[in-house]
């Protein structure tokens, strides 16, 4: 069973920085593209970054272009997404996504972890 594990969310002020992982367990993520995704309070969960399963392709979603940086390590079965400039309106839960795609009209995933909370304030 595949299990994605986020961590390192948490409270951060307006411009400041945070770093979020992911530790995959079940499966090895070395042939899948990986991706993050969030969802704020009252909305739907919105695609954020995405990352080829070599490490040699990201692709971003415009509002955070610049700002975050999306990496991967297969040896360790890991992803982090770092966060820097942050803005209030990257409040949300973030989920790490596995075998992500364009699945249907939108990017999507085959698996999801729990969440973390993301709050950004003023």
């Known amino acids: 069973q595949v299990q994605l594990v986020e961590s390192g969310g948490g409270l951060v002020q307006a411009g400041g920085s945070l770093s979020l992982s992911c530790a995959v367990s079940?499966?090895?993520?070395?042939?899948?593209?990986m991706g993050w995704f969030r969802q704020a309070p009252g909305k739907e969960r919105d695609f954020v970054a995405v990352?080829?399963?070599?490490?040699?392709?990201?692709y971003y979603e415009d509002s955070v272009k610049g700002r975050f940086t999306l990496s991967r390590d297969n040896a360790k079965n890991t992803v982090s997404l770092q966060m820097k400039n942050m803005k209030i309106e990257d409040t949300a839960v973030y989920y790490c996504?596995?075998?992500?795609?364009?699945?249907?009209?939108?990017?999507?995933?085959?698996?999801w972890g729990q969440g973390t909370q993301v709050t950004v304030s003023s």
């Open positions: 996504g596995g075998d992500v795609g364009p699945y249907g009209r939108s990017w999507s995933a085959r698996s």
């Open positions: 990352i080829h399963w070599s490490g040699g392709k990201t």
């Open positions: 079940g499966r090895n993520i070395s042939s899948i593209a």
